[in-house]
């Protein structure tokens, strides 16, 4: 059995980890950041060329199932994959980590109305921990912007006033605390990526009384089989493996 691993995430590599050597797998990466984390085994990078693209792939490449273990917030991918999963009947699964708990944030449903908040409310001093793809809305903003990402936003959706913090996580509480405090930041603007790894942005926020604007996660494609751990993950490839040998 052979199985194509959707990642670019800190979960997708412990997934891959758990797996390889024992399983077949294929890791597949976007190939937007140079320098990527890889995981263990085989990698391919770069786009599929769209549902057609993936369709294809994964028949040449003698895929027996597929594991999305996207970034919550690659909505594009995780549709093509569901969608030609269904199409092809192969098994799929979609690792997603759990949410982090949004009760003490302003909660949006997209980055345009982070922004509108963000404006409305008056803020001076915000702190954007949204991707380089997260920028653009808030282009026209008179505020200041600590933009924190991997790679550099294009120069013409940058804001007129911002420092852009190159960095990639984990990222410890201290540190956090005092970046939000040192760069007086009032707001906070986040996805809820979920995870540990960038987790502790929040609770100094939290202790600094920083108010936090936390973007809703996209929803999953409909009738998906979804688990939220690498251990979930692991198990269904074993009931998999188990099901495909004795079958
Ligand atoms: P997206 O909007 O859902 O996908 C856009 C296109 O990028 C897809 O249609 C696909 O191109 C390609 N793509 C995405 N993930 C891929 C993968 N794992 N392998 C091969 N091609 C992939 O995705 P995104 O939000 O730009 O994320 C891109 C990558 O960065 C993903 O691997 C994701 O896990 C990781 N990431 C995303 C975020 C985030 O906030 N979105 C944060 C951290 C990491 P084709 O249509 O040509 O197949």
């Known amino acids: 059995m052979r199985i194509l691993l959707l990642g670019g995430t800190g979960e997708a590599r412990a997934l891959a980890a758990r797996l390889h050597p024992g399983q077949e797998i294929v890791s597949s990466l976007a190939g937007r950041v140079p320098d990527p984390a890889l995981p263990v085994g085989p990698v391919r990078i770069g ?41 092809l009947d192969l098994p799929h699964l979609v690792l997603s980590r759990p949410a982090w708990d949004a009760t003490d944030a302003v909660r949006v449903a997209s980055d345009i109305e982070a922004a509108e908040f963000v404006s409305a409310q008056g803020f001076s001093r915000v702190f954007l921990t949204t991707g380089r793809s997260g920028v653009k809305p808030f282009t026209d903003s008179d505020a200041w912007f600590l933009i924190r990402v991997v790679t550099p936003p294009d120069a013409e959706v940058l804001p007129r006033n911002h420092e852009v913090l190159l960095s990639r996580g984990p990222y410890g509480y201290d540190d956090e605390y005092t970046l939000l405090r040192d760069n007086k930041i009032d707001v906070l603007v986040t996805k809820n ?28 494609p409909a009738r998906v089989t979804a688990v939220g751990s690498v251990d979930e993950a692991v198990a269904w490839v074993a009931r998999l493996q188990q099901s495909s040998s004795s079958g």
């Open 47 to 87: 786009g599929f060329g769209g549902v057609d693209g993936l369709r294809q792939w994964l028949r040449d490449n003698d895929i027996d199932a597929v594991v999305d273990a996207t970034h919550p917030f690659a909505a594009t991918m995780t549709a093509h994959a569901a969608q030609v999963c269904v199409e």
């Open 193 to 220: 990526s979920g995870g540990a790894l960038t987790e502790a942005k929040l609770q100094a926020a939290h202790d600094l009384g920083v108010t936090v604007v936390m973007i809703d996660r996209p929803p999953l």
